[in-house]
């Protein structure tokens, strides 16, 4: 929270500097053109001075007027109408020799007129203005780019961190590796007596919250090393070349510390393929070959390892992968049952627990989970364990905190007519029967018909295993499960609703996916349509093949929709039990549940 706050201030204040600095360019430009149309005249110095000098020789001067404070004459000839502009070099020297003119003979009409004060002061004002305005916007630039006295919001971050390989959970795997980079950071010299090369960068590649911050932290900790840390997205700014130079900073850093860690956060910010050369991207490519060249040029003395960051590895420029560069990369999954308990355990240390709590059972419940996901339904556990005046976190705290982190706060107070309430008890009574039908599907949670974020209810299933694969036969029950609350709608109101959008949002993701993504049509055979990597493979197919493919995906639907409405036809009466029991009592529990349908 409090983070959030400093990030919206400081977003605040960076969009005030970018009014005031609009407003400053306008009025300069504003600014310029008045003083270029004022001093207009002063410009036209059509006739030189030797010109004028020749002409007075001449006697065809008829009349000098000299403006005080400026080295301009109005010159104006005998035969003609409009004054000229003469540019005097040395007004001293101009006066005598027009006065020894005079003296010979020639006679000119010699006037010297006082300027106004005002227009004066406003002049030289003016003259001045651009150059004012300059100076501030060089020193606001600076300012925001934390160049500045005290303005250091996005410099790097020199750490020393107190974490331990034993505060990162699971990633038994990802260990080894790490373990492996502190030993060169702590004894460099054993591996260079070896010939071996010392690693320069590790790319760590995962989902955010997985724990990528957290293992640079720990290789960092357990090495006794400082930890020096920059996000990706902070590089690239608005202004050119600056980028650049903070990586050049950061390395400067690094090498005085060394041996340290150095932790880019984002690399794909700066990092991501260098394709067109349009003005952002030109700017990353500083940023980038900056990067490039200050891991090339470490020293074989200096241990300086560089971690970064990324959950898109298939974006980055080549470049930053070829050895000496990134050339080593770990891959950090999302925790499986064992790891998520694991994790929990280490989030639940410093906290109370009542007995009913089992962290087991609530990583089975979390499957998908990531590592941050986890810390957090902990942290929120506590929180209404404390806003409950409890003196211990209960199941039910835990229980709230993960519907909270899943689905969004719940909306007691939002008004629900009877009549939606109704359809809600319907359409979800209607899920969770034909889920109770369907083997694959079968495992509800919980039915509810309090409303959540935008869905007026939910039905939740456990999810007990981590699967790596997904049967056909189960997508396909996942869709006849997805279309029970619109079928439901449809028998026990007779009228259908915008409820089921979500429902059939995805429903057609999942058909979409089936027929062009994992080849479970016999129809459409073993294809796999992949238009980012080639727009062109529909065509390559054809439009009949389009045809085809929409035809199929359109039958599973269908199918499903219809099978959903089958399966609720043979059994109203638990339609009806159920939806009744969640009008009355808006949650209906697992065991609860199974002892209607058993009853029926
Ligand atoms: P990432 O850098 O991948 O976005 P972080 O390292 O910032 O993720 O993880 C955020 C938080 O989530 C960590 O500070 C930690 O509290 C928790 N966390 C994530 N993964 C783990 C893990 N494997 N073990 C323990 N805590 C974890
Ligand atoms: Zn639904």
């Not at 970064?308 to 080593?328: C, Q, S, V, Y």
């Not at 339904?377 to 409950?388: G, P, V």
């Given at each position: 929270m409090e983070s959030k706050n400093n990030d919206n201030k400081n977003n605040k204040k960076q969009n005030i500097t970018i009014i005031i600095s609009v407003i400053l360019i306008v009025i300069a430009i504003v600014g310029t053109i008045l003083f270029m149309k004022y001093n207009k005249k002063d410009e036209n110095k059509d006739f030189s001075y030797s010109q004028l000098l020749t002409s007075i020789d001449e006697g065809l001067v008829e009349e000098v007027e000299m403006v005080e404070g400026s080295n301009t004459a109005k010159v104006k000839l005998v035969n003609e109408e409009e004054k000229k502009n003469v540019l005097i070099p040395s007004i001293d020297s101009f006066m005598e020799l027009v006065q020894n003119k005079s003296e010979n003979g020639i006679k000119i009409n010699f006037n010297q007129k006082e300027r106004n004060i005002f227009v004066n002061i406003l002049r030289t004002l003016l003259s001045f203005l651009p150059t004012i305005i300059l100076v501030v916007l060089v020193f606001m630039i600076f300012k925001m780019q934390g160049l500045g006295e005290k303005g250091k919001v996005y410099d790097s971050e020199t750490q020393r961190t107190k974490t331990k390989f034993e505060d990162v959970a699971g990633l038994d795997e990802e260990k080894q590796e790490m373990i492996e980079i502190v030993d060169f950071l702590k004894h460099p010299k054993k591996f260079q007596e070896m010939g071996a090369k010392v690693p320069r960068g590790v790319l760590l590649c995962g989902n955010p919250g997985t724990g990528k911050t957290l293992i640079a932290k720990a290789i960092a900790g357990e090495a006794d090393v400082p930890f020096i840390s920059m996000s990706g997205s902070e590089f690239i700014e608005m202004f050119a070349g600056l980028g650049a130079s903070r990586v050049r900073k950061l390395f400067e850093k690094a090498r005085k510390v060394a041996p340290c860690i150095v932790f880019i956060d984002e690399i794909d910010a700066i990092g991501s393929r260098r394709t067109?050369?349009?003005?952002?991207?030109?700017?990353?490519?500083?940023?980038?070959?900056?990067?490039?060249?200050?891991?090339?040029?470490?020293?074989?003395?200096?241990?300086?390892?560089?971690?970064?960051?990324?959950?898109?590895?298939?974006?980055?420029?080549?470049?930053?992968?070829?050895?000496?560069?990134?050339?080593?990369?770990?891959?950090?999954?999302?925790?499986?049952?064992?790891?998520?308990?694991?994790?929990?355990?280490?989030?639940?240390?410093?906290?109370?627990?009542?007995?009913?709590?089992?962290?087991?059972?609530?990583?089975?419940?979390?499957?998908?989970?990531?590592?941050?996901?986890?810390?957090?339904?902990?942290?929120?556990?506590?929180?209404?364990?404390?806003?409950?005046?409890?003196?211990?976190?209960?199941?039910?705290?835990?229980?709230?905190?993960?519907?909270?982190?899943?689905?969004?706060?719940?909306?007691?107070n939002r008004v629900v007519s009877e009549k939606d309430k109704k359809r809600t008890a319907v359409h979800e009574a209607g899920h969770a029967v034909v889920s109770h039908f369907l083997e694959t599907q079968k495992d509800i949670k919980e039915i509810s018909i309090i409303p959540r974020g935008i869905a007026g209810g939910y039905t939740m299933y456990k999810s007990s295993e981590d699967k790596c694969y997904i049967s056909k036969n189960e997508m396909e029950e996942k869709l006849i499960a997805l279309f029970g609350g619109r079928a439901a709608e449809k028998l026990a109101l007779g009228d259908i609703?915008?409820?089921?959008?979500?429902?059939?949002?995805?429903?057609?993701?999942?058909a979409k996916n089936m027929v062009t993504v994992y080849?479970?049509?016999?129809?459409?055979?073993?294809?796999?349509?992949?238009?980012?990597?080639?727009?062109?493979?529909?065509?390559?197919?054809?439009?009949?093949?389009?045809?085809?493919?929409?035809?199929?995906?359109?039958?599973?639907?269908?199918?499903?929709?219809?099978?959903?409405?089958?399966?609720?036809a043979n059994h109203m009466d638990a339609l009806e039990v159920v939806s009744n029991e969640l009008l009355e009592n808006e949650v209906i529990a697992a065991d609860r549940f199974e002892e209607i349908m058993a009853n029926m």
């Amino acid at each position: 929270m409090e983070s959030k706050n400093n990030d919206n201030k400081n977003n605040k204040k960076q969009n005030i500097t970018i009014i005031i600095s609009v407003i400053l360019i306008v009025i300069a430009i504003v600014g310029t053109i008045l003083f270029m149309k004022y001093n207009k005249k002063d410009e036209n110095k059509d006739f030189s001075y030797s010109q004028l000098l020749t002409s007075i020789d001449e006697g065809l001067v008829e009349e000098v007027e000299m403006v005080e404070g400026s080295n301009t004459a109005k010159v104006k000839l005998v035969n003609e109408e409009e004054k000229k502009n003469v540019l005097i070099p040395s007004i001293d020297s101009f006066m005598e020799l027009v006065q020894n003119k005079s003296e010979n003979g020639i006679k000119i009409n010699f006037n010297q007129k006082e300027r106004n004060i005002f227009v004066n002061i406003l002049r030289t004002l003016l003259s001045f203005l651009p150059t004012i305005i300059l100076v501030v916007l060089v020193f606001m630039i600076f300012k925001m780019q934390g160049l500045g006295e005290k303005g250091k919001v996005y410099d790097s971050e020199t750490q020393r961190t107190k974490t331990k390989f034993e505060d990162v959970a699971g990633l038994d795997e990802e260990k080894q590796e790490m373990i492996e980079i502190v030993d060169f950071l702590k004894h460099p010299k054993k591996f260079q007596e070896m010939g071996a090369k010392v690693p320069r960068g590790v790319l760590l590649c995962g989902n955010p919250g997985t724990g990528k911050t957290l293992i640079a932290k720990a290789i960092a900790g357990e090495a006794d090393v400082p930890f020096i840390s920059m996000s990706g997205s902070e590089f690239i700014e608005m202004f050119a070349g600056l980028g650049a130079s903070r990586v050049r900073k950061l390395f400067e850093k690094a090498r005085k510390v060394a041996p340290c860690i150095v932790f880019i956060d984002e690399i794909d910010a700066i990092g991501s393929r260098r394709t067109s050369s349009s003005g952002a991207e030109t700017e990353n490519n500083q940023t980038l070959n900056q990067l490039l060249v200050e891991m090339d040029g470490f020293d074989t003395e200096e241990t300086i390892i560089v971690l970064a960051a990324t959950n898109r590895p298939e974006m980055l420029d080549k470049a930053l992968l070829r050895p000496g560069r990134f050339d080593r990369q770990i891959t950090v999954a999302l925790p499986d049952l064992n790891g998520r308990e694991a994790i929990l355990n280490i989030h639940a240390k410093g906290k109370q627990f009542a007995e009913d709590v089992n962290l087991r059972s609530i990583a089975e419940d979390t499957a998908g989970f990531t590592g941050a996901e986890l810390a957090n339904i902990l942290n929120e556990a506590a929180i209404l364990a404390t806003i409950r005046e409890r003196t211990s976190i209960t199941n039910k705290d835990i229980e709230d905190a993960l519907k909270k982190v899943t689905v969004g706060i719940e909306k007691h107070n939002r008004v629900v007519s009877e009549k939606d309430k109704k359809r809600t008890a319907v359409h979800e009574a209607g899920h969770a029967v034909v889920s109770h039908f369907l083997e694959t599907q079968k495992d509800i949670k919980e039915i509810s018909i309090i409303p959540r974020g935008i869905a007026g209810g939910y039905t939740m299933y456990k999810s007990s295993e981590d699967k790596c694969y997904i049967s056909k036969n189960e997508m396909e029950e996942k869709l006849i499960a997805l279309f029970g609350g619109r079928a439901a709608e449809k028998l026990a109101l007779g009228d259908i609703s915008t409820g089921a959008s979500n429902d059939l949002e995805v429903a057609n993701d999942i058909a979409k996916n089936m027929v062009t993504v994992y080849g479970m049509s016999d129809t459409v055979g073993q294809i796999h349509i992949n238009l980012e990597k080639d727009p062109y493979q529909l065509e390559l197919l054809g439009d009949k093949y389009g045809d085809i493919i929409g035809n199929e995906i359109k039958s599973l639907v269908d199918n499903a929709y219809f099978k959903a409405q089958t399966i609720l036809a043979n059994h109203m009466d638990a339609l009806e039990v159920v939806s009744n029991e969640l009008l009355e009592n808006e949650v209906i529990a697992a065991d609860r549940f199974e002892e209607i349908m058993a009853n029926m």
